[in-house]
């Protein structure tokens, strides 16, 4: 049933979506360290699960609507921190006599601060211009043709967050060109990633709208990044 923007219930299915959208996230901030190669493509190796964050992100959208997406992405960057604290707390713990793994220990899982913020501006700003796009187009086209805001809306977020990242962690450290071509490289597959995906979102928003009986359409919504006032709402009616 087309329904207007509004605050749905936290059901089972939801916060599944959301708990499956908050690993992908964290997941490949850890194994971001390696860098792989896909045929003539260099890319981190978060590469494999980092765009099913999106889809996962595009699934939140399209059925619950922007302002849940945006309550799941802030979840998500505070999780991020969370775990980026903690590891770099267990870093600094003096190791026992017996453990002889630190120093690979803190190569593989320590972050340079200037990482750690270029990721997290990176993903706040590729999230929330996914869930925006996304949520414009489904007004335009009218909620038909699902492909075009789910692989559009990656080419917007995934470029913005490969170019934020990329640009703030490494310019300065490698020449600009091998950034600029990291940058095309990454979006690149990430976008080839998402249309490959394509089949497997229509399912999860086939399944999710069915179960849940709700197709959320942001006609009223306000898209700014933090609406405190929202969140009193969200869980005043949850309370309720």
């Given amino acids: 049933m087309d329904q207007p923007a509004r605050a749905p219930r936290f059901s089972p299915l939801l916060l599944g979506v959301s708990a499956l959208f908050v690993a992908c996230l964290v997941t490949s901030n850890i194994i971001a360290v390696k860098i792989t190669r896909f045929g003539p493509l260099t890319a981190p190796a978060a590469i494999v699960i980092f765009p099913l964050a999106y889809l996962f992100g595009d699934v939140l959208t399209e059925v619950w609507g922007y302002a849940v997406a945006r309550l799941v992405i802030w979840t998500g960057f505070f999780a991020n921190i969370v775990a980026v604290s903690f590891i770099a707390i267990a870093i600094a713990l003096p190791s026992d006599s017996s453990f002889h793994g630190q120093a690979a220990f803190s190569t593989i899982l320590g972050q340079s601060p200037r990482l750690v913020l270029a990721s997290l501006a990176a993903y706040l700003c590729g999230e929330f211009l996914n869930s925006f796009v996304l949520a414009k187009l489904k007004l335009a086209t009218r909620g038909r043709f699902l492909w075009t805001r789910t692989i559009g809306s990656t080419v917007v977020g995934q470029g913005v967050d490969s170019a934020i990242f990329l640009s703030l962690g490494f310019l300065g450290t490698l020449p600009g060109s091998v950034v600029l071509s990291s940058i095309g490289s990454v979006w690149l597959l ?34 700014a990044p933090v609406r405190l006032a929202g969140l009193r709402s969200l869980f005043k009616e949850r309370a309720a």
């Fill in 190 to 223: 990430k976008v080839v990633y998402e249309v490959v995906a394509t089949p497997l979102t229509y399912l999860i928003v086939t399944v999710a709208k069915r179960v849940e009986g709700v197709d959320t359409y942001d006609r009223h919504t306000s898209f």
